[in-house]
């Protein structure tokens, strides 16, 4: 337990500096005043794998991460839709999430809105036209902002954030 | 009359108020410790501006225990705080003070809970309401007992007058039972709260939730009001701790003066205690399930020690 506390105190916080050069610090800073803006600086994120590969997973489990740290931002991701402001859909959308999808954007109390991440997002990519797919998120429910990429990175995922911010207070 | 009212009301607003920033602080400390940067110490209090102006959306199979529970939840905790020992060492109301009391305040409000949890027959809630029942059941002897302790060694049940009589006579606290008792207590804190190793606040996973389980049917003000209660609860146990096991800064007068100090002081102490959280819940994993009952009946047996020392060491 001492050595744990020591090697935590030791390594210090590695989440990127606040330079001003450093590029994840401005999106992030512009995104919280965009977040203060229409959610008052709280943005409570649902993640929904609607059949994706898991790609996209990874790149988000990496903004919680010491690195990139979104949560000093004012975003949180939350265990049920019912606490969400966010839903971030990835994947297309398989015949059995249709439902299910469906269900968890009924279960979302409203403001709410919806990000779809990854190219499968957007038609079903590379799964496009298979029997198991129902097509994109946007088949299925209304969606607000696409963020591109396969999968996308990190700091795609923040610009993306961003750009569907702005895209909601127009 | 009005002044006893005013002073309980002091207790309660200060409670309210502080509850979301030791959240707050405690999850930045802990970020801290891992590494990260961590949200501001305010977040919290911006999270709950939000839920409050958010939709609410209730499953159609719930009742109105479901749409009661987190109105009885808060007001418990309001309750609660204006009869414990907060800013001044002996509260207004006739029965302030008393430990039974306030201990099954907080098990009103852990049954509405358990209650709500079942309520709208998601099997998360169901689940979290089965295990919280369970470790509340194991938790609250040793709470008691703990307390006890202090109790025995003062020559008073009244929580009020364990906190002037410790505070009067450093030389009954310098003893090593009252460590013992301590330590019971913050354990029993940590299961009654949702903390690690017995509870995660922080995880995302459905299958090792207690806590969060209950919770997840919530939205919107509901959201609030239950997440603003267990702060509450959390920073009411926190005091209690700060105030019987080191009860030092607690005016016995009650002029607005001696409160404003008696305010300073538990901030600092909450702070302290915020601390040593933040360092027990980075250092320590998750115990299993069928383990919680082995370190609850740990912290039982640290209890009834320190109450056995209490006729064993003059």
């Not at chain 1, 954007?105 to 997002?121: N, Q």
């Not at chain 1, 797919?133 to 946007?138: D, K, P, T």
């Not at chain 2, 200060?14 to 802990?30: H, M, Q, Y």
């Not at chain 2, 007001?75 to 306030?102: D, E, K, W, Y």
Request: hydrophobic content about 55%; charged content about 15%; proline content about 6%.
């Amino acid at each position: 337990m001492l050595r744990q506390l020591r090697a935590a105190l030791g390594v210090g916080v590695v989440t990127e500096p606040p330079a001003p050069a450093s590029e994840i610090e401005a999106l992030g800073v512009t995104l919280r005043g965009e977040i203060a803006r229409l959610f008052g600086r709280s943005l409570h994120i649902r993640q929904v794998d609607a059949g994706s590969c898991n790609g996209c997973e990874i790149e988000i489990s990496g903004l919680t991460g010491p690195h990139y740290d979104l949560e000093r931002f004012g975003l949180h991701f939350v265990a049920s839709p019912r606490h969400a402001d966010c839903l971030l859909v990835t994947g297309p959308v398989t015949r059995n999430m249709a439902e299910a999808l469906r269900r968890t954007w009924e279960a979302t109390p409203d403001p709410k809105l919806v990000i779809a991440v990854g190219d499968c997002s957007r038609d079903g990519g590379i799964f496009a036209g298979s029997y198991a797919i129902a097509g994109g998120v946007a088949d299925v429910i209304p969606v607000d902002a696409v963020i591109l990429g396969c999968p996308p990175s990190p700091k795609a995922l923040l610009a993306g954030l961003l750009d569907a911010m702005g895209r909601l207070r127009q | 009359m009005i002044h006893d009212l005013l002073i309980a009301a002091a207790q309660a607003l200060a409670i309210a108020a502080l509850a979301p920033l030791v959240v707050g602080f405690t999850r930045r400390l802990k970020a801290r410790l891992v590494g990260r940067r961590g949200p501001s110490p305010w977040q919290p209090y911006a999270d709950l501006r939000k839920l409050f102006a958010k939709e609410v959306v209730v499953s159609e199979n719930a009742s109105w225990v479901f749409r009661a529970t987190p109105y009885v939840l808060f007001a418990v905790m309001l309750v609660a705080a204006a009869v414990v020992p907060v800013l001044v060492a002996r509260p207004a109301p006739a029965f302030a003070g008393n430990l039974i009391l306030v201990m099954y305040l907080f098990l009103l409000g852990t049954f509405f809970l358990a209650l709500a949890g079942l309520d709208t027959a998601s099997a998360f809630g169901g689940m979290g309401s089965s295990r919280e029942v369970a470790i509340s059941a194991l938790a609250e002897p040793t709470v008691i007992l703990s307390v006890f302790a202090l109790a025995l060694r003062s020559g008073t049940i009244d929580l009020g007058g364990i906190v002037e009589r410790l505070g009067a006579e450093p030389r009954l606290a310098a003893n090593p039972a009252h460590l013992l008792a301590f330590g019971a207590f913050f354990i029993v804190m940590l299961a009654e709260t949702g903390r690690l190793p017995v509870d995660n606040p922080a995880t995302h996973l459905e299958l090792t939730m207690i806590h969060e389980a209950m919770v997840l049917e919530y939205s919107g003000r509901y959201l609030a009001l239950v997440e603003w209660a267990s702060a509450m609860k959390l920073t009411l146990f926190m005091t209690l701790l700060a105030n019987l096991f080191l009860p030092w800064g607690l005016p016995g007068g009650l002029t607005v003066a001696a409160m404003a100090g008696g305010l300073v002081a538990l901030v600092v102490k909450l702070a302290a205690l915020a601390l040593l959280l933040a360092l027990v819940e980075t250092s320590v994993a998750k115990l299993r399930l069928f383990r919680v009952p082995e370190l609850l009946a740990g912290s039982f047996a640290l209890a009834l020690l320190s109450v056995a020392a209490v006729f064993l060491v003059r």
